[in-house]
């Protein structure tokens, strides 16, 4: 008997979700703590530089997310599912037990800086596929027709480390330091192993009668360089929109507006609530209204509000503003996400789902998403406008409304093979039984 009949789908959606948890809780509360990890890590002459230089440490995580996405998606489209989602947990908690437990500037000089940054290079190469295996396994599993409501608990649960994340920051981390948020974290490792060591390979990858050579995973990628590439443009609004509303929340708000810092954790932890409810919710909708009109009329929507959304926020800031500027924010995030999601696994060949939709999406957080606190940060600086933050939204809201254009209904119709190979599975079974 196969995966499916052993458990049910809500606990496969659990034990593949939760390792995302560790993934966002650990990069979300290096972007809390941009401002003291510069401090602790990165003394510089001034305040801008101690901050400029940890935002681009967060950022650097993810340069090493393209190669995770190349060499773990290669090992996820030819070993399995399951055994490619332990093997990212288990680099994942390396890299957060590292940034946890690197000793300051102050005692062990320039060696601080580089373990930090050898931390998030370890983290950033697990998550260039784990995001991906995640998607993919949801897809597979998923029930026909709902694939866009499954897929969207791979965000939602990011959206819960970034509420967990969030409520640390408010309870233990004023009594016990920045650290304490991420040596907690660490003491969630042993429970994500146990729960994520009992999941079953998916019945798509199990019906494959070949599993692609490295040479022949590479072959498919050359040849669909152009969907990969319109699969990174696509996914950028939700990169640059995610990492916007939770990991620079915080620095914005105490930085640039100069609110409190427990107001700005609080618009946080309600930004990640929001979040959970509204990505499974817009997956569904993309489920009954289709991916790509849903795609096209979030970019259009996100395009004509980041300006003046940001421009009222700046005249006159406060954390009720904050709050609803980010809210609305949360519905682009979590429209666009909840669609997009689901799409790139449809547009995806089957032989490589996972490489094509790791490599698309890792390419938009590397060059986009991951940089957005970075850039935001610097626009800034240059120009003295503090809604400057809106511009690169907008651009990634362009982006994303060229791809989805440019992306045809036509190649969608091969995401009907996930259903197919569950549809015929499914019968198989019942014929043996």
């Known amino acids: ?27 979300t509360v290096f972007g809390y703590y941009a401002v003291e990890i510069g401090r602790t890590f990165f003394p510089a002459t001034s305040a801008f530089a101690s901050l400029m230089l940890s935002l681009m440490t967060f ?13 773990l998606g290669n090992y996820v489209d030819r070993h399995g599912r399951r055994r490619g989602l332990i093997l990212t947990l288990a680099l994942m908690a390396t890299g957060t037990a590292s940034v946890a437990c690197v000793p300051g500037y102050a005692t062990i000089g320039i060696a601080a800086p580089l373990l930090v940054l050898a931390g998030r290079l370890v983290q950033g190469f697990s998550a260039g596929v784990e995001v991906g295996a995640a998607s993919v396994y949801l897809a597979e599993i998923a029930t026909p027709g709902r694939t866009g409501f499954y897929t969207a608990w791979q965000s939602a649960s990011q959206q819960l480390a970034v509420v967990f994340a969030a409520l640390l920051g408010l309870t233990i981390a004023p009594l016990w330091g920045w650290r304490a948020p991420l040596i907690a974290g660490c003491l969630l490792i042993p429970f994500l192993f146990w729960v994520r060591a009992s999941l079953q390979e998916t019945d798509a990858f199990l019906a494959r009668k070949h599993h692609p050579s490295i040479r022949e995973i590479w ?19 939700t990169t640059v929109t995610f990492y916007m509303i939770t990991a620079y929340t915080p620095t914005f708000g105490s930085s640039v507006l100069h609110l409190a810092s427990r107001g700005n954790l609080a618009v946080t932890l309600c930004i990640g609530a929001s979040n959970f409810v509204l990505v499974p919710t817009m997956g569904a909708l993309s489920d009954r209204i289709g991916r790509r009109p849903q795609l096209a009329a979030v970019a259009i929507l996100a395009l004509l509000s980041a300006w003046p959304l940001y421009t009222w926020l700046v005249a006159g800031p406060t954390v009720t503003k904050l709050l609803i500027v980010e809210l609305w924010f949360s519905l682009i995030f979590a429209a666009s996400s909840g669609a997009m999601v689901p799409f790139l696994t449809e547009i995806m060949p089957a032989n490589v789902r996972a490489t094509g939709y790791s490599l698309a999406f890792s390419l938009a957080t590397a060059v986009f998403g991951g940089f957005t606190p970075a850039i935001s940060t610097a626009l800034i600086r240059m120009t003295g406008s503090h809604a400057m933050p809106a511009l690169w939204l907008s651009f990634a809201a362009v982006l994303a409304l060229i791809a989805t254009a440019l992306l045809q209904s036509a190649p969608q119709q091969r995401g009907r093979a996930v259903d197919a190979v569950y549809e015929f599975t499914a019968g198989k079974r019942h014929k043996e039984r």
């Open 1 to 27: 008997m196969h995966g499916r009949d052993n458990q049910s789908a809500a606990a496969s959606v659990i034990r593949v979700s939760i390792g995302n948890f560790l993934e966002m809780y650990d990069f």
């Open 59 to 71: 950022g650097a995580g993810f340069l090493m997310r393209p190669l995770g996405a190349i060499v």
């Open 219 to 237: 072959t498919t990628i050359l040849t669909h360089a152009r969907l990969i590439v319109l699969g990174m443009m696509l996914s950028t609004l």
